[in-house]
Protein backbone atom coordinates (compact mmCIF):
# COMPACT_ATOMS: atom_id res chain seq x y z
CA UNK A 1 0.00 0.00 0.00
CA UNK A 2 1.58 3.46 -0.88
CA UNK A 3 1.88 5.92 1.46
CA UNK A 4 1.90 9.27 1.12
CA UNK A 5 4.64 11.24 2.83
CA UNK A 6 3.84 15.21 3.45
CA UNK A 7 6.32 17.46 4.15
CA UNK A 8 5.61 21.05 5.33
CA UNK A 9 6.17 24.16 3.60
CA UNK A 10 8.01 26.00 5.99
CA UNK A 11 11.20 23.96 4.80
CA UNK A 12 13.70 24.98 2.47
CA UNK A 13 13.76 23.39 -0.69
CA UNK A 14 17.21 21.48 -1.68
CA UNK A 15 19.19 22.00 -4.41
CA UNK A 16 22.55 20.70 -6.07
CA UNK A 17 25.04 22.50 -7.56
CA UNK A 18 26.81 21.13 -10.95
CA UNK A 19 30.44 20.97 -9.58
CA UNK A 20 29.26 19.23 -6.25
CA UNK A 21 30.12 15.63 -7.10
CA UNK A 22 26.63 13.27 -5.97
CA UNK A 23 28.73 10.91 -4.41
CA UNK A 24 30.25 12.98 -1.74
CA UNK A 25 30.78 11.62 1.50
CA UNK A 26 32.22 15.10 3.17
CA UNK A 27 29.29 16.08 5.87
CA UNK A 28 28.95 19.66 5.18
CA UNK A 29 28.87 22.25 7.24
CA UNK A 30 25.24 23.10 8.85
CA UNK A 31 25.55 26.96 7.85
CA UNK A 32 26.79 25.56 4.61
CA UNK A 33 23.66 23.45 4.16
CA UNK A 34 21.60 26.55 5.42
CA UNK A 35 22.20 28.75 2.82
CA UNK A 36 24.36 27.56 0.03
CA UNK A 37 22.62 24.81 -0.73
CA UNK A 38 18.84 25.77 0.04
CA UNK A 39 16.48 27.97 -1.39
CA UNK A 40 13.15 29.16 0.29
CA UNK A 41 9.90 28.33 -1.27
CA UNK A 42 7.84 31.69 -2.25
CA UNK A 43 4.49 29.79 -0.70
CA UNK A 44 5.98 28.87 2.63
CA UNK A 45 5.61 29.52 6.10
CA UNK A 46 8.84 31.22 6.95
CA UNK A 47 8.24 33.79 3.68
CA UNK A 48 4.71 34.35 4.46
CA UNK A 49 5.61 34.99 8.45
CA UNK A 50 8.60 37.25 6.89
CA UNK A 51 6.25 39.04 4.81
CA UNK A 52 4.03 39.69 7.45
CA UNK A 53 7.17 41.10 10.21
CA UNK A 54 9.12 43.39 7.15
CA UNK A 55 5.60 45.20 6.45
CA UNK A 56 5.58 45.59 10.32
CA UNK A 57 8.69 47.06 10.18
CA UNK A 58 8.49 48.85 6.95
CA UNK A 59 5.46 50.94 8.21
CA UNK A 60 7.59 51.56 11.36
CA UNK A 61 10.92 52.91 9.65
CA UNK A 62 8.54 54.80 7.55
CA UNK A 63 7.46 56.50 11.28
CA UNK A 64 10.93 56.80 11.87
CA UNK A 65 12.49 58.87 9.06
CA UNK A 66 10.36 61.68 9.49
CA UNK A 67 11.39 62.52 12.86
CA UNK A 68 14.63 63.44 11.67
CA UNK A 69 12.85 66.72 10.64
CA UNK A 70 12.01 67.48 14.08
CA UNK A 71 15.94 67.71 15.01
CA UNK A 72 16.31 71.58 14.20
CA UNK A 73 14.59 74.22 17.14
CA UNK A 74 14.90 77.41 17.79
CA UNK A 75 17.26 78.79 20.35
CA UNK A 76 20.50 77.78 21.84
CA UNK A 77 21.31 74.31 22.99
CA UNK A 78 22.13 74.85 26.94
CA UNK A 79 18.98 76.73 27.08
CA UNK A 80 15.67 74.68 29.27
CA UNK A 81 12.87 75.19 26.52
CA UNK A 82 10.52 74.36 29.11
CA UNK A 83 11.03 77.94 31.13
CA UNK A 84 11.25 79.64 27.85
CA UNK A 85 9.72 83.36 28.12
CA UNK A 86 8.24 84.13 25.17
CA UNK A 87 9.18 88.05 25.27
CA UNK A 88 12.78 87.39 24.50
CA UNK A 89 13.00 86.35 20.40
CA UNK A 90 16.22 83.93 19.73
CA UNK A 91 18.16 84.62 16.43
CA UNK A 92 19.76 80.98 15.96
CA UNK A 93 19.08 77.36 15.35
CA UNK A 94 20.50 74.48 17.22
CA UNK A 95 20.43 70.75 16.34
CA UNK A 96 19.00 68.44 18.82
CA UNK A 97 22.01 66.12 19.85
CA UNK A 98 20.36 63.56 22.09
CA UNK A 99 17.41 63.14 20.13
CA UNK A 100 19.75 62.28 16.75
CA UNK A 101 21.39 59.85 18.72
CA UNK A 102 18.35 58.47 19.60
CA UNK A 103 16.48 58.46 16.30
CA UNK A 104 19.59 56.78 14.76
CA UNK A 105 19.75 54.38 16.88
CA UNK A 106 16.18 52.75 16.39
CA UNK A 107 16.97 53.62 12.22
CA UNK A 108 19.94 51.44 12.45
CA UNK A 109 17.53 48.44 13.75
CA UNK A 110 15.02 48.70 11.37
CA UNK A 111 17.64 49.21 8.20
CA UNK A 112 18.85 45.90 9.26
CA UNK A 113 15.52 44.24 8.42
CA UNK A 114 16.01 45.83 5.21
CA UNK A 115 19.35 44.41 4.87
CA UNK A 116 17.53 41.01 6.25
CA UNK A 117 14.81 41.19 3.37
CA UNK A 118 17.38 41.71 0.56
CA UNK A 119 19.26 38.39 1.91
CA UNK A 120 15.78 36.42 2.14
CA UNK A 121 14.88 37.63 -1.59
CA UNK A 122 18.34 36.45 -2.83
CA UNK A 123 17.54 32.70 -1.63
CA UNK A 124 13.62 32.99 -2.49
CA UNK A 125 12.67 30.65 -5.44
CA UNK A 126 10.22 32.46 -8.15
CA UNK A 127 8.13 30.48 -10.46
CA UNK A 128 9.21 30.80 -14.65
CA UNK A 129 7.36 33.22 -16.57
CA UNK A 130 7.28 30.62 -19.65
CA UNK A 131 6.10 27.57 -17.63
CA UNK A 132 2.70 29.62 -16.32
CA UNK A 133 0.63 28.03 -18.96
CA UNK A 134 -1.44 25.19 -17.48
CA UNK A 135 -1.28 25.62 -13.14
CA UNK A 136 1.09 26.99 -10.83
CA UNK A 137 4.12 26.84 -12.99
CA UNK A 138 7.75 25.52 -12.36
CA UNK A 139 9.63 27.01 -9.53
CA UNK A 140 13.12 28.08 -10.53
CA UNK A 141 15.58 26.55 -7.62
CA UNK A 142 18.74 27.38 -9.46
CA UNK A 143 20.56 30.34 -7.38
CA UNK A 144 22.20 31.66 -9.88
CA UNK A 145 19.26 32.18 -11.55
CA UNK A 146 17.56 33.60 -8.79
CA UNK A 147 20.31 35.87 -7.99
CA UNK A 148 20.12 37.77 -11.57
CA UNK A 149 16.63 38.13 -11.90
CA UNK A 150 16.29 39.84 -8.40
CA UNK A 151 19.39 42.08 -9.70
CA UNK A 152 17.49 42.48 -13.23
CA UNK A 153 14.43 43.74 -11.16
CA UNK A 154 13.77 45.14 -7.54
CA UNK A 155 17.65 44.95 -6.12
CA UNK A 156 17.95 49.04 -6.81
CA UNK A 157 15.22 49.89 -5.00
CA UNK A 158 15.72 47.54 -2.19
CA UNK A 159 19.60 48.69 -1.47
CA UNK A 160 17.91 52.47 -2.28
CA UNK A 161 15.88 51.79 0.63
CA UNK A 162 18.24 50.00 2.87
CA UNK A 163 21.14 52.34 2.84
CA UNK A 164 21.84 54.34 6.00
CA UNK A 165 21.77 57.60 4.07
CA UNK A 166 20.53 59.95 7.19
CA UNK A 167 23.09 57.93 9.69
CA UNK A 168 25.82 58.94 7.20
CA UNK A 169 24.41 62.14 6.59
CA UNK A 170 24.43 63.64 10.04
CA UNK A 171 27.59 62.25 11.59
CA UNK A 172 29.81 61.94 8.47
CA UNK A 173 29.48 64.11 5.67
CA UNK A 174 28.28 67.64 7.66
CA UNK A 175 30.84 67.38 9.87
CA UNK A 176 33.25 67.18 7.35
CA UNK A 177 32.33 69.82 5.56
CA UNK A 178 32.70 73.48 5.96
CA UNK A 179 29.47 74.95 5.91
CA UNK A 180 28.25 72.82 8.76
CA UNK A 181 25.75 75.22 9.71
CA UNK A 182 22.46 74.26 11.58
CA UNK A 183 20.72 75.41 8.48
CA UNK A 184 22.66 73.26 5.67
CA UNK A 185 22.74 70.81 8.00
CA UNK A 186 19.07 70.50 8.18
CA UNK A 187 18.62 71.11 4.20
CA UNK A 188 21.00 68.21 3.50
CA UNK A 189 19.46 65.78 6.10
CA UNK A 190 16.17 66.66 5.20
CA UNK A 191 16.86 66.17 1.55
CA UNK A 192 18.42 62.94 1.86
CA UNK A 193 15.25 61.76 3.97
CA UNK A 194 12.79 62.90 1.52
CA UNK A 195 14.70 60.87 -1.33
CA UNK A 196 15.30 57.47 0.54
CA UNK A 197 11.28 57.73 1.92
CA UNK A 198 10.13 57.58 -1.61
CA UNK A 199 11.49 53.99 -2.03
CA UNK A 200 10.73 52.72 1.55
CA UNK A 201 7.20 53.92 0.74
CA UNK A 202 6.78 52.46 -2.38
CA UNK A 203 8.47 48.84 -1.02
CA UNK A 204 4.79 48.38 0.92
CA UNK A 205 2.74 48.06 -1.88
CA UNK A 206 3.85 44.85 -3.73
CA UNK A 207 4.73 43.87 -0.33
CA UNK A 208 1.01 43.75 0.57
CA UNK A 209 -0.02 42.23 -2.61
CA UNK A 210 2.55 39.57 -2.44
CA UNK A 211 1.05 38.98 1.27
CA UNK A 212 -2.31 39.05 -0.15
CA UNK A 213 -2.02 36.46 -3.07
CA UNK A 214 -0.24 33.95 -0.57
CA UNK A 215 -2.63 34.25 2.20
CA UNK A 216 -6.15 35.76 1.36
CA UNK A 217 -5.47 39.23 3.51
CA UNK A 218 -3.44 41.12 5.51
CA UNK A 219 -5.12 40.99 8.79
CA UNK A 220 -7.70 37.81 9.84
CA UNK A 221 -10.09 39.83 11.90
CA UNK A 222 -11.95 42.53 10.35
CA UNK A 223 -11.16 45.22 13.00
CA UNK A 224 -7.48 44.49 13.00
CA UNK A 225 -7.88 45.19 9.10
CA UNK A 226 -10.01 48.84 9.42
CA UNK A 227 -6.56 49.44 12.41
CA UNK A 228 -4.22 48.67 9.66
CA UNK A 229 -5.73 51.28 7.26
CA UNK A 230 -5.98 54.02 9.85
CA UNK A 231 -2.36 53.33 10.94
CA UNK A 232 -1.09 54.06 7.10
CA UNK A 233 -3.74 56.98 7.47
CA UNK A 234 -2.03 58.11 11.01
CA UNK A 235 1.58 57.29 9.02
CA UNK A 236 0.70 59.83 5.93
CA UNK A 237 -0.71 62.54 9.12
CA UNK A 238 2.45 62.28 10.76
CA UNK A 239 4.72 63.02 7.89
CA UNK A 240 2.77 65.71 6.71
CA UNK A 241 3.32 67.39 10.33
CA UNK A 242 7.07 66.63 10.00
CA UNK A 243 7.59 68.66 7.17
CA UNK A 244 5.61 71.05 7.52
CA UNK A 245 8.18 71.70 10.77
CA UNK A 246 10.80 71.72 9.11
CA UNK A 247 9.42 73.72 6.45
CA UNK A 248 8.90 76.71 8.89
CA UNK A 249 12.49 76.00 10.26
CA UNK A 250 13.12 76.86 6.93
CA UNK A 251 10.91 80.09 6.12
CA UNK A 252 12.06 81.26 9.67
CA UNK A 253 15.76 81.19 8.45
CA UNK A 254 15.28 82.53 5.29
CA UNK A 255 13.80 85.35 6.83
CA UNK A 256 16.72 85.96 8.93
CA UNK A 257 18.79 85.51 6.37
CA UNK A 258 16.95 87.98 3.98
CA UNK A 259 16.66 90.69 6.75
CA UNK A 260 20.80 90.17 7.69
CA UNK A 261 21.39 90.54 3.84
CA UNK A 262 19.47 93.78 4.11
CA UNK A 263 20.90 95.52 7.01
CA UNK A 264 24.61 95.03 5.06
CA UNK A 265 23.87 96.59 2.19
CA UNK A 266 22.20 99.74 4.01
CA UNK A 267 25.82 99.43 6.07
CA UNK A 268 23.89 100.23 9.42
CA UNK A 269 25.63 97.10 11.12
CA UNK A 270 28.17 94.00 9.68
CA UNK A 271 25.35 90.49 9.80
CA UNK A 272 27.33 87.74 9.39
CA UNK A 273 24.84 84.72 8.42
CA UNK A 274 27.23 82.27 10.94
CA UNK A 275 25.51 84.45 13.24
CA UNK A 276 22.44 83.00 12.41
CA UNK A 277 23.65 79.43 14.12
CA UNK A 278 23.67 79.10 17.54
CA UNK A 279 27.32 77.63 17.68
CA UNK A 280 28.85 81.61 17.75
CA UNK A 281 26.56 82.56 20.83
CA UNK A 282 29.86 82.64 22.64
CA UNK A 283 31.33 85.17 20.05
CA UNK A 284 31.84 88.96 21.49
CA UNK A 285 30.93 90.23 18.20
CA UNK A 286 28.01 88.80 17.73
CA UNK A 287 26.69 89.79 20.92
CA UNK A 288 27.18 93.01 20.19
CA UNK A 289 25.14 92.60 16.98
CA UNK A 290 22.15 91.01 18.91
CA UNK A 291 21.77 94.15 21.13
CA UNK A 292 21.93 96.92 17.84
CA UNK A 293 20.10 94.86 14.85
CA UNK A 294 16.81 94.98 14.12
CA UNK A 295 16.10 91.19 13.14
CA UNK A 296 14.40 89.77 15.44
CA UNK A 297 11.91 92.41 15.48
CA UNK A 298 11.62 92.34 11.64
CA UNK A 299 11.11 88.39 11.92
CA UNK A 300 8.76 88.43 14.44
CA UNK A 301 5.53 86.06 13.34
CA UNK A 302 3.41 87.71 16.67
CA UNK A 303 3.98 90.97 14.30
CA UNK A 304 0.93 91.77 12.99
CA UNK A 305 2.21 94.70 10.73
CA UNK A 306 5.39 92.30 9.52
CA UNK A 307 6.15 92.77 5.97
CA UNK A 308 7.30 89.18 5.47
CA UNK A 309 4.47 86.62 5.36
CA UNK A 310 4.82 83.84 6.94
CA UNK A 311 1.82 82.06 5.73
CA UNK A 312 0.91 78.41 6.96
CA UNK A 313 4.32 78.77 8.75
CA UNK A 314 3.19 81.32 11.40
CA UNK A 315 1.38 79.11 13.79
CA UNK A 316 5.52 77.21 14.25
CA UNK A 317 6.32 80.58 15.83
CA UNK A 318 3.43 82.07 17.08
CA UNK A 319 2.45 78.99 19.54
CA UNK A 320 6.24 79.15 20.50
CA UNK A 321 6.54 75.17 18.38
CA UNK A 322 10.33 75.62 17.32
CA UNK A 323 11.29 76.16 20.90
CA UNK A 324 8.96 73.43 22.56
CA UNK A 325 10.03 69.82 23.62
CA UNK A 326 10.27 67.22 21.58
CA UNK A 327 7.50 65.36 22.79
CA UNK A 328 5.15 68.69 22.50
CA UNK A 329 6.22 69.78 18.78
CA UNK A 330 5.45 66.05 17.70
CA UNK A 331 1.66 65.86 19.04
CA UNK A 332 1.38 69.28 17.66
CA UNK A 333 2.72 68.42 14.53
CA UNK A 334 0.79 65.41 14.36
CA UNK A 335 -2.11 66.93 15.08
CA UNK A 336 -1.64 69.80 12.28
CA UNK A 337 -1.05 67.40 9.17
CA UNK A 338 -4.14 65.09 10.64
CA UNK A 339 -6.39 68.10 10.71
CA UNK A 340 -5.34 70.10 7.46
CA UNK A 341 -5.24 65.91 6.10
CA UNK A 342 -9.12 65.43 6.94
CA UNK A 343 -10.26 68.80 6.04
CA UNK A 344 -7.89 68.66 2.40
CA UNK A 345 -5.98 71.78 3.65
CA UNK A 346 -9.45 74.10 3.35
CA UNK A 347 -8.91 76.18 6.45
CA UNK A 348 -5.04 76.99 5.53
CA UNK A 349 -4.37 80.53 4.55
CA UNK A 350 -1.39 80.54 2.48
CA UNK A 351 0.91 83.56 1.09
CA UNK A 352 2.39 84.05 -2.34
CA UNK A 353 5.15 81.99 -1.33
CA UNK A 354 5.92 79.89 -4.32
CA UNK A 355 6.76 76.49 -2.31
CA UNK A 356 4.05 77.11 0.32
CA UNK A 357 2.05 76.58 -2.32
CA UNK A 358 2.56 73.91 -3.53
CA UNK A 359 3.07 72.10 -0.18
CA UNK A 360 -0.79 73.17 -0.15
CA UNK A 361 -1.88 71.51 -3.60
CA UNK A 362 -0.30 68.30 -2.32
CA UNK A 363 -1.72 68.30 1.05
CA UNK A 364 -5.36 68.71 -0.73
CA UNK A 365 -4.63 65.76 -3.36
CA UNK A 366 -3.09 63.35 -0.71
CA UNK A 367 -5.77 64.48 1.37
CA UNK A 368 -8.18 63.57 -1.00
CA UNK A 369 -6.98 60.43 -2.35
CA UNK A 370 -6.30 59.15 1.52
CA UNK A 371 -9.94 59.41 2.49
CA UNK A 372 -11.61 58.01 -0.31
CA UNK A 373 -8.90 54.90 0.26
CA UNK A 374 -9.32 54.97 4.13
CA UNK A 375 -13.23 55.63 3.84
CA UNK A 376 -13.60 52.71 1.61
CA UNK A 377 -11.58 49.99 2.90
CA UNK A 378 -12.32 50.82 6.52
CA UNK A 379 -16.17 50.57 5.69
CA UNK A 380 -15.68 47.09 3.86
CA UNK A 381 -13.62 45.84 6.96
CA UNK A 382 -16.69 46.70 9.04
CA UNK A 383 -19.25 46.27 6.93
CA UNK A 384 -17.74 42.20 6.93
CA UNK A 385 -17.94 42.16 10.74
CA UNK A 386 -21.86 42.56 10.33
CA UNK A 387 -22.63 40.70 7.22
CA UNK A 388 -23.74 37.97 8.55
CA UNK A 389 -26.00 39.36 11.61
CA UNK A 390 -27.59 41.14 8.74
CA UNK A 391 -28.17 38.43 6.55
CA UNK A 392 -29.57 36.21 9.63
CA UNK A 393 -31.57 39.50 10.51
CA UNK A 394 -33.35 39.79 7.20
CA UNK A 395 -34.03 35.99 7.03
CA UNK A 396 -35.63 35.78 10.59
CA UNK A 397 -37.74 39.20 9.46
CA UNK A 398 -38.87 36.66 6.44
CA UNK A 399 -39.72 34.27 8.17
CA UNK A 400 -41.94 35.48 10.73
CA UNK A 401 -43.62 37.17 7.94
CA UNK A 402 -43.80 34.14 6.51
CA UNK A 403 -45.53 32.28 9.59
CA UNK A 404 -47.75 35.54 10.22
CA UNK A 405 -49.06 34.94 7.02
CA UNK A 406 -49.97 31.23 6.74
CA UNK A 407 -51.50 31.76 10.14
CA UNK A 408 -49.18 29.28 12.31
CA UNK A 409 -49.91 28.36 15.81
CA UNK A 410 -47.98 30.08 18.44
CA UNK A 411 -46.53 26.52 19.34
CA UNK A 412 -45.25 25.91 16.15
CA UNK A 413 -43.80 29.56 15.68
CA UNK A 414 -42.03 29.05 18.60
CA UNK A 415 -40.64 25.88 17.88
CA UNK A 416 -39.57 27.31 14.67
CA UNK A 417 -38.13 30.48 16.49
CA UNK A 418 -36.21 28.08 18.93
CA UNK A 419 -34.41 25.92 15.77
CA UNK A 420 -33.37 29.24 13.84
CA UNK A 421 -31.38 30.49 17.11
CA UNK A 422 -30.15 27.20 17.46
CA UNK A 423 -28.82 27.26 13.92
CA UNK A 424 -27.43 30.32 14.55
CA UNK A 425 -25.65 29.77 17.43
CA UNK A 426 -24.18 26.69 15.90
CA UNK A 427 -23.22 27.88 12.50
CA UNK A 428 -23.32 31.86 12.69
CA UNK A 429 -24.87 31.90 9.47
CA UNK A 430 -22.27 30.30 7.54
CA UNK A 431 -24.05 27.92 5.03
CA UNK A 432 -21.89 24.57 6.02
CA UNK A 433 -23.18 22.21 3.42
CA UNK A 434 -21.81 24.71 0.68
CA UNK A 435 -18.72 24.02 2.33
CA UNK A 436 -18.70 20.98 2.97
CA UNK A 437 -19.25 20.29 -0.86
CA UNK A 438 -16.09 21.84 -2.11
CA UNK A 439 -13.86 19.71 -0.33
CA UNK A 440 -12.67 16.28 -1.63
CA UNK A 441 -14.75 13.21 -0.41
CA UNK A 442 -11.80 11.90 2.00
CA UNK A 443 -11.59 15.21 4.32
CA UNK A 444 -15.19 15.63 4.02
CA UNK A 445 -16.38 11.93 5.72
CA UNK A 446 -13.84 13.25 8.40
CA UNK A 447 -15.81 16.43 8.93
CA UNK A 448 -18.87 14.77 9.35
CA UNK A 449 -17.12 11.89 11.95
CA UNK A 450 -15.68 14.71 13.99
CA UNK A 451 -19.14 16.68 13.75
CA UNK A 452 -21.36 13.31 14.81
CA UNK A 453 -19.29 12.45 17.17
CA UNK A 454 -19.31 15.47 18.87
CA UNK A 455 -23.29 15.26 18.69
CA UNK A 456 -23.06 11.87 20.03
CA UNK A 457 -21.49 12.65 23.00
CA UNK A 458 -24.12 15.31 24.09
CA UNK A 459 -26.42 12.39 24.15
CA UNK A 460 -26.36 10.89 27.78
CA UNK A 461 -26.02 6.95 28.07
CA UNK A 462 -29.08 4.92 28.89
CA UNK A 463 -28.25 2.44 31.11
CA UNK A 464 -31.13 -0.94 31.30
CA UNK A 465 -31.50 -2.94 33.50
CA UNK A 466 -30.19 -6.51 33.25
Known amino acids: MNRLIHTPTAKFRRFRRHHQHPTSTTDPNPLQILWRYQILDPDSEIVTYWNHVFLLTSIIALFIDPLYFYLPYVGPRNRDRITFHSDFIYVCLSIDKQLAVLITYFRSIADMFFSLHILMKFRTAFVAPSSRVFGRGELVI?????????????????????????????????????????????????????????????????????????????????????????????????ALGASWYTLSMGRQFYCWKSECTKENKAGIVGCIHSYLDCNSLGNPERQFWRNVTGVPANCDARNSTLTFKYGIFADAFINDVASSRFIEKFLYCLWWGLRNL???????????????????ILICIIGLVLSAQLIGNMQTNLQSMTVRVEEWRIKRRDTEEWMRHRQLPPDLQERVRRFAQHKWLATRGVHEESILHSLPLDLRREIQRHLSLALVRRVPILLTDG
Open 142 to 238: DAKEIAMRYLKSDFLIDMAAALPLPQIVIWLVIPATRNSSTDHANTTLSLMVLIQYIPRMFLIFPLHQRIVKSTGFVAKAAWAGAGYNLILYMLASH
Open 342 to 360: SSYGQTLETSTFLGENVFC
